[in-house]
């Protein structure tokens, strides 16, 4: 069983930044594909970015060039550095673990809310 916490989500005025982290407790994290999707109310989870192990990525058409997947292998850790917030970012982040560049996999933290708004 694999857990997965995140953390950094909270209030920013648009324009502004977050760091989300996930740390997950496992011996393999270094396998693992590792994604981070969002969910805002009233709409269905939408993937936001994905790393492999070896540090390929993919991102979803909105979040290109404001923001950045990365990966700690010693920390066990996931991050998602998110600049020039826009009120349309407001959503659950959730990050997930074990599934593809393109899908998601069996493992889920249990999100971080991010609200932009001034």
Same mark, same amino acid.
């Given at each position: 069983? !694999?857990?997965?916490?995140?953390?950094?989500?909270?209030?920013?005025?648009?324009?502004?930044?977050?760091?989300?982290? @996930?740390? +997950?407790?496992?011996?393999?994290?270094?396998?693992?594909?590792?994604?981070?999707?969002?969910? +805002?109310?009233?709409?269905?989870?939408?993937?936001?970015a994905a790393i492999t192990s070896g540090g390929s990525t993919n991102y979803a058409d909105f979040v290109k060039g404001r923001f950045t997947i990365s990966r700690d292998n010693a920390k066990n850790? !996931?991050?998602?550095?998110?600049?020039?917030?826009?009120?349309?970012?407001? +959503?659950?982040?959730? @990050?997930? +673990?074990?599934?593809?560049?393109?899908?998601?996999?069996?493992?889920?933290?249990?999100?971080?809310? !991010?609200?932009?708004?001034?």
């Open positions: 069983q !694999v857990q997965l916490v995140e953390s950094g989500g909270g209030l920013v005025q648009p324009g502004g930044s977050l760091r989300l982290s @996930c740390t +997950a407790s496992t011996i393999i994290f270094s396998f693992y594909v590792f994604s981070w999707y969002r969910q +805002a109310p009233g709409k269905q989870r939408e993937l936001v850790t !996931v991050y998602l550095q998110s600049n020039s917030l826009k009120p349309e970012d407001t +959503a659950v982040y959730y @990050c997930n +673990a074990g599934g593809t560049l393109w899908g998601d996999g069996p493992y889920w933290g249990q999100g971080t809310q !991010v609200t932009v708004s001034s």
